[in-house]
């Protein structure tokens, strides 16, 4: 079975400087998907940025960007110029390409914005 | 604002009740996720339906079920409640059409439930 591990429950970054949070996943397949959804206090589930493991290029979504290293499993999230608003708990997610699978989430990592 | 819908917003009931959670997916979203956030943890997947008919099936209780409807609105049935099933549940639309299967879930603002 897949799963994800975000291994640092809190991270702290000053306001305008950046930030990386980790994450790596277990799986035997090919073919899959990766995500970083935000969490911000009022509990929505915001869409941050998406990976396709067919895909060498690193996503990248404005101040976001990930490093995907489809071969060490690890699928790291870089908040570039952070803002108070990026205060958030950041959820790591996969999902396999085949159906009749369902989305496996990290833990989360709390992300605190220092102004 | 993700285009999903949830009600309600809040729920507050005692043990051993029966709530229904329901979510309109976005409009054109063939397939909805039902996921539950317990207190400071990560969500875990429930079930998801596609066009009516269920398609995966997570670490769902017997006591949930869920289905959805010919307008693709989709509830969440929970009986039987215990005070452990206090949680954030939400519901995630996505298209799943032309083979897209993991296409991207946008979520709802989630029903928070309370068992007293």
């Known amino acids: 079975a897949q799963t994800v591990t975000q291994s640092q429950p809190e991270m702290s970054v000053q306001e305008a400087e950046t930030v990386t949070l980790s994450c790596t996943y277990d799986t035997s397949e090919s073919d899959y998907y990766l995500f970083w959804y935000k969490q911000p206090p009022s509990r929505q589930m915001i869409l941050v940025i998406r990976?396709?493991?067919?895909?060498?290029q690193n996503a990248t979504e404005n101040r976001f960007s990930v490093n995907f290293q489809k071969a060490a499993k690890s699928f790291s999230l870089k908040i570039s110029d952070s803002q108070l608003g990026d205060a958030a708990m950041y959820f790591c997610a996969y999902r396999s390409a085949a159906w009749g699978n369902d989305m496996r989430f990290g833990a989360g990592t709390r992300l605190t914005v220092k102004p | 604002d993700s285009g999903v819908t949830q009600t309600p917003k809040h729920l507050i009931t005692a043990t051993g009740q029966r709530v229904t959670l329901r979510c309109s997916p976005r409009s054109g979203d063939l397939s909805v996720y039902w996921y539950q956030q317990s207190l400071d943890q990560g969500l875990q997947f429930l079930i998801q339906?596609?066009?009516?008919?269920?398609?995966a099936k997570g670490n769902i209780l017997e006591r949930f079920s869920a289905q959805q409807f010919p307008d693709l609105h989709s509830e969440l049935n929970l009986s039987s409640l215990e005070l452990g099933d206090s949680a954030l549940y939400f519901c995630?639309?996505?298209?799943?059409?032309?083979?897209?299967?993991?296409?991207?879930?946008?979520f709802g603002p989630g029903t928070r439930l309370t068992v007293l």
């Open positions: 990976q396709e493991a067919y895909k060498q």
């Open positions: 339906y596609y066009n009516g008919e269920e398609r």
């Open positions: 995630a639309s996505s298209v799943s059409t032309g083979g897209q299967v993991a296409d991207t879930q946008y």
